[in-house]
């Protein structure tokens, strides 16, 4: 069985993570091969709060260029968590 920690990464800070956070809805960073109910008990279990829904995407590497060799970023999974009503994580 694997740890919480092990399918949720981060906590994402941005504009538009905070925009949703007054809505109840946080964005994780999540391993790749995570399902939806993975991590809906991962962030249950780690933060102590009641989940309402997940919504996962992938989020596709860029091309970059180093110096005159084409590479590619990793592919990575992202995770939409809105709690239940009056629920809210402490960033602090």
């Known amino acids: 069985m694997h740890s919480p920690y092990d399918?949720?990464?981060t906590l994402i800070h941005s504009?538009?993570?905070s925009r949703l956070e007054s809505d109840g809805c946080y964005q994780f960073y999540?391993?790749?091969s995570a399902s939806k109910v993975d991590i809906k008990h991962a962030v249950?279990?780690?933060y102590k709060v009641k989940v309402r829904d997940v919504n996962t995407?992938?989020?596709r590497g860029k091309?970059?260029?180093i110096r005159m060799?084409?590479?590619k970023q990793p592919d990575w999974k992202k995770a939409f968590v809105r709690l239940a009503e009056g629920q809210k994580?402490?960033?602090k």
């Open 7 to 9: 399918t949720i990464k």
């Open 15 to 17: 504009e538009k993570g």
């Open 30 to 32: 999540v391993a790749s």
């Open 44 to 46: 249950e279990k780690i």
């Open 57 to 59: 995407m992938t989020v």
């Open 63 to 65: 091309m970059k260029r």
């Open 69 to 71: 060799q084409l590479g």
């Open 89 to 91: 994580i402490d960033l």
